[in-house]
């Protein structure tokens, strides 16, 4: 599940690969990048912005990648061969004399003058893990709506860059409230957005994704991934909940540690 802890890793990943390098080859598969070479200009650095990545180019230009649900860069030295899936899931080879980025099942990429990077990540809110991290603008946006539902607002990343499925659902348990709760009503509204910045910070490093404190594969998140299990907190089995717009939101949450609305049980008045 790309998230922002995992989009700053392939971003890290890249930076190190490619920065300072000359391309020595460029493909992009899709129709409207199709006659556009890149080969021969050197890349500036590469850098994740939320769940954004944004490769810098010689020129002023930068490539614009967002991995949504199931989009990745892969890395392969030369002559060695492609697993991230089959060719035609490839829709960018980034080439240099000593290695090759594929990115795979990208659903967005575009170039953009890299003066014009805001046309696509200016309306992200404060980066968890950017140089721009401010948490009182992250808490201000966070709460701007009181009525609307934690894990809603956790979500959209006006707010806060950088959250999704898995730490939506992660945050609302270990402060123990709804992910349906109205952001009004959460109590130590601080504690969440540094809790939040503490949970990225701390997996950005990581191969494996760690809430808990335990490196058990079954035991690494609370909730997440765990619906009809004994919550490891109370026992209680966890429940999953699927997002009505969007059948990929899923919600895990326990319904004993975490009193409150659900998704068919509005807030009381």
């Known amino acids: 599940m790309p998230e922002g802890d995992t989009v700053w890793r392939t971003a890290r990943r890249l930076d190190q690969a490619l920065a300072g390098r000359p391309l020595t080859g460029c493909d992009l598969r899709v129709p409207r990048l199709a006659t556009v070479d890149l080969a021969g200009r050197q890349v500036m650095d590469v850098t994740s912005r939320g769940k954004h990545l944004l490769t810098r180019l010689e ?109 939506k659902s992660e945050l609302c348990f270990l402060v123990r409230v709804s992910p349906w709760l109205p952001v009004g009503q959460v109590p130590s509204p601080e504690r969440l957005v540094a809790l939040a910045k503490r949970l990225l910070e701390a997996n950005k490093a990581r191969p494996a994704r760690i809430t808990t404190a335990e490196s058990r594969a079954d035991r690494r998140l609370w909730v997440y991934g765990r619906a009809g299990k004994p919550c490891l907190r109370c026992g209680t089995p966890v429940r999953m909940e699927q997002g009505r717009a969007d059948k990929e939101r899923s919600t895990y949450w326990c319904p004993a540690c975490q009193p409150g609305p659900t998704i068919t049980e509005p807030p009381a008045n």
Do not use: C, K
């Open 59 to 167: 020129g002023g230009l930068t490539l614009h990648s967002h991995l949504r649900m199931d989009g990745a860069w892969q890395l392969y030295d030369p002559g060695e061969r492609w697993r991230g899936g089959p060719l035609h899931q490839v829709r960018a080879i980034l080439s240099t004399a000593e290695r090759t980025a594929v990115g795979y099942r990208l659903p967005v990429l575009e170039l953009l003058r890299t003066t014009d990077e805001d046309r696509a990540v200016g309306h992200l809110g404060p980066d968890l893990l950017g140089p721009d991290w401010d948490p009182h603008e992250a808490l201000h946006r966070l709460f701007a709506d009181p009525a609307r539902p934690l894990g809603e607002a956790l979500l959209d990343q006006r707010n806060l860059a950088g959250i999704g499925n898995v730490y």
